[in-house]
């Protein structure tokens, strides 16, 4: 008898994966425990923590794929206990949380739950979870899963109460009310350079928002320290690159102490330069804890920022240039044209370098397309648009709310993903790839997500996008009164 499809198919599967065999005795990746966490393979009526507690899981958290706890906002309950939010850290071994120094490390101090593969000998004061035993199958039997369909599954339990809502919307409805929370976003951020700008002018507010914004979430207020210490003025005296990147790195204590016949020719130059300039800034130069350097990608080194800054300070007139090439240019041209503004030349020394002591593998360029993006719609645009309503009237507003809206989007990120997840849940719907709708994204998760635990608690964001939708119903190519000025 001929195979049936279905067996056709299976089969062909099997063939085509190459599965580990793994002996009773050995141990899964890492990667695979998260994915039986965080689709929650496990008998979950009988759960129980290692020293014999009882364990309810009310949510697993959110898996985490950058640095940190491997999920976060998980609710757990142990025993008769009252319910606990935290993250959840998977090691394949009980000993990793000591060997990867999570116990001094402030990003684990919400640590609730160890899970290890099997039990032993436990260092950690935390309640501990094996999984091996409390698995819903025989790892045998989830290999197939775990190498096809786990990796792209979402799970249905990252869905947040406002999913349901959101997947009754239309798209140009859904389109429009995240252009509705970018917008806020927009103002929001203006509103504090042009605050900031009121204190210390338009071209150093862009000048501390440009150095911080190269810090990501971890190094933006030390970078925005050094952007106070050395200040982008107009007018200043050129300098050599070097020179500029030896203040800046000599500031953020970056450069060794001791000098030895390995130190590469650059960074002797740099201590030259710094020699003459020390005395002023001694009692300046930031302490080496101010830097977070854990988890990093080598090319988002804070030194590698330094260099690119040393760069732009090199660069005469930035700012205005900057202004000419955003606005001055069609909106589809503009991207382009800030990056080209943005971009330095060769740098001999950092096209090959992670850091002072750290040589690349391969070169690569101090600014990347997604940092330029980020940099527009967090930093250029809302000084922009800052500027323009205070100074120069709709016309200008309207031009600046053109390119913010049309920018490419940027780089996909772990937040992003867990705001999709979170508020579409496992229906992958399509969005317009427009940076603008990324940042309205990133808004509600900011105003609403975090504002609520991953049960989505007394989150009033559902019944606004009910709101929305009987508005749009309404007011057809209109926005409910609501929502006019924004979320």
Known sequence: MPQTTAEFYSGWLE?????????????????????????????????????????????????????????????????????????????????????????????????????????????????????????????????????????????????????????????????????????????RKASEIGARARHVGWIQALWEGLLGGLGYRHNTWPLRRIAELIPLASGNPPEEIEALQARLFGLAGFLPADLNQLTPPYVRRLWDHWWHCQDEYAHRVLPGESWQLGGLRPANHP?????????????????????????????????????????????????????????????????????????????????????????????AVDRVEARYFGWPAGEDNAVLRTARERLMGPERRRLPRRAAIQQGLLQVSDDFCSATDSLCGGCGFPALVEGWRDGQKKEPGGMPGSMRNGL
């Open 15 to 187: 063939r085509t994966r190459s599965a580990p065999i793994l002996q009773e005795d050995q141990t899964p990746p890492e990667r695979w425990m998260q994915h039986l966490w965080r689709h929650q393979r496990l008998r979950r009526e009988a759960l129980q923590t290692t020293d014999g507690r009882p364990l309810a899981v009310l949510h697993p958290g959110f898996w985490n794929r950058s640095a940190g706890p491997d999920f976060k906002g998980a609710i757990l309950q142990l025993g008769d206990g009252p319910c606990c939010h935290g993250d959840i850290e998977i090691d394949v071994h009980p000993g990793g949380w000591t060997q990867h120094r999570h116990a001094g490390n402030p990003a684990y101090r919400k640590v609730i739950l160890h899970v290890v593969w099997q039990e032993a000998a436990n260092p950690v004061r935390l309640p501990v979870l094996a999984m091996r035993p409390q698995l819903d199958a025989p790892l045998s039997e989830l290999i197939p899963w775990l190498l096809g369909e786990a990796p792209g599954l979402i799970p249905a339990n990252v869905r947040g109460g406002c999913a349901g809502p959101l997947r009754r919307l239309d798209a140009a409805s859904m389109e429009a009310l995240l252009d509705q929370a970018a917008r806020h976003r927009l103002s």
């Open 303 to 395: 030194q590698r920022r330094l260099a690119l800054a040393g760069h732009w300070i090199a660069r005469p007139d930035l700012a205005n240039r900057i202004v000419r090439a955003v606005l001055e240019n069609p909106v589809e041209d503009a991207p382009e044209a800030m990056a080209e503004v943005l971009r330095p030349g060769v740098d001999p020394f950092w096209d090959g370098h992670w850091t002072l002591a750290g040589r690349s593998g391969s070169p690569s360029p101090l600014l990347g397309p997604a940092r330029v993006t980020d940099l527009a719609v967090n930093v250029v645009l809302p000084w922009l648009w800052s500027r323009a309503r205070l100074a120069t009237g709709q016309e």
